[in-house]
């Protein structure tokens, strides 16, 4: 590999979410890409044992289906020909303590699994011609220039062969090798010190079981969610998601070590007992399950921060899980890694194939940036719940105050959809908040005084000052200076995508 010397490659390690959509990006700045895979090659889609985590119940928020319909025109077209379910008639509920908002399909929108959704990814990349795929082989380790400045390569052996070892060579490696990465004692191998990184230790528990959709039922449901809150019990909540194949796959989850239920009839106990709605125990009132419930715990989320290593090497690049891990409560993981694969792809176009002193770097903390507002408010969400504690670099700060401020805003807001959507109109205003939280719009929208005025717009006199008051307890700075500092300096902010055509011309 890389023998004739002006052909530039570039190797991706792992063939998960990041991983394909990467080397789609890279295709088109190095003349090979080769992503190596220590799982076989899927003959179907399914769930593979190098993803454990694709058996429980995923979503990409919108975002991410608009980036991922960028990197491969007429992507979400592929999945409801693979049989994703369209959901034109159907309708995504969303059950929270203040009330219950419904969405219903625009006549584009679908529902599927994980698994059809790389299935469908890796169709697509596979097809690209200077793409190659590698196969149950491990990367074991980096190799680098003997000054250990730049990477150049990896060691890689065949998936339970110990002998069998070789070394790959490349312009550029990506890691992409998700929350397993073993970066950091590659990294430390070569001699490097990491940084502290940041750690939510939030004990996050998932339960999720399969069940068959009952003839003649559910055919307006797309996703229900039932949001539950700490002040109701162990559980944040649980999800109901139709996809492909006639299929409801249902989860419950947690947050702070108290890890639902993987007995089947305490399963649907759990569900029941979610304080804000039964209507997941409901729904499956009859259903056939298809499997018996599965648990999956996740001890902590990790924020590595690469990107302040300031020899950082030339060579070498890393994303998707790897980089930052989010509780997966919220949905944002692969979106996140569209959103890291984009800063790529507009970095590598901006060098133009002049390959820029510093550009790894560079793009990490491009990556940093378009990140943080996401892990700060995952994280601001997590703490909600008690036992969880953040650990890193820099405090998270006024968390009490985002807490409340938070609240509000999901209470008003939920109030104010309800009512409009009763009334057949929608005001965009008091969906920010859901916005925010889908990462398309920046939290600066959402916490400011013209924002807080219309939250409180409809109280009376006496009970906008009750909320005011224990809203700002304990500061004494103006309401507007407030809550322009308790938002931290985010450089990079989430942009409702108005320019898109245009985008889609400049990444085709
Ligand atoms: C329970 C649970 C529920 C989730 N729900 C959602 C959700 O609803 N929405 C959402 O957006 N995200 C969700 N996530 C997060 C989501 O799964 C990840 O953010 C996403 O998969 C990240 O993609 P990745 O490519 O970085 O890693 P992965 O998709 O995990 O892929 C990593 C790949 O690298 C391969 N690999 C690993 N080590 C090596 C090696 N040494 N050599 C070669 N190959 C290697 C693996 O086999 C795998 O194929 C959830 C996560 C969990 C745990």
Redesign the pocket.
Known sequence: MNNNTSEKSALV???????LMAARVLSEHYDTVVV????SKPEQPGTRA??P?SF?????LPR?EMILERFFPGFLADLLALGAFSTPNATATMINRYGTLAFPGDGRAMTYSRALLEWAMRQRVQAIPNVRFLYH???IGLESSSDRTTITGVHIRERGQLEHRATLSADLVVE?????S?LPSWLTALGYELPEDERIKANIG?TTRNYKVPANRGENVAVIVVEASPATGHFTGGVLKRIENDIWTVCLASVGGYYPPTDPAEFEAGLRSLPTSPALADMLQGAEPLSEPRG?R?PECIRHHYERIEEWPSGLLVL???LC?FD?VY?????L?AIEVETLAAGLSEQQGQPQHGFERRMLQQMQEAIAPAWWRSSIEDLLWPGVVHNGPDAIQNVPLLHKYFDLCLKQSTRQLEQSQRQGDFDMLYFKYFLMNWLFIAPREVINTDMLNALLASETPASKQAILADLFAGYDQPIETLLAEIVPDFSLTFEMPGGFTSDEEAAS
């Open positions: 390690i792992g063939a998960g979410i990041a991983g190596i895979e220590r799982d190098g993803v985590q429980h119940l995923h979503q990409v991410g082989q491990e990367v992409t090798s998700g929350r397993s073993r998932y999956y996740i998707g899980d790897a891990h997966p949905g944002q993981g692969m979106t890694a």
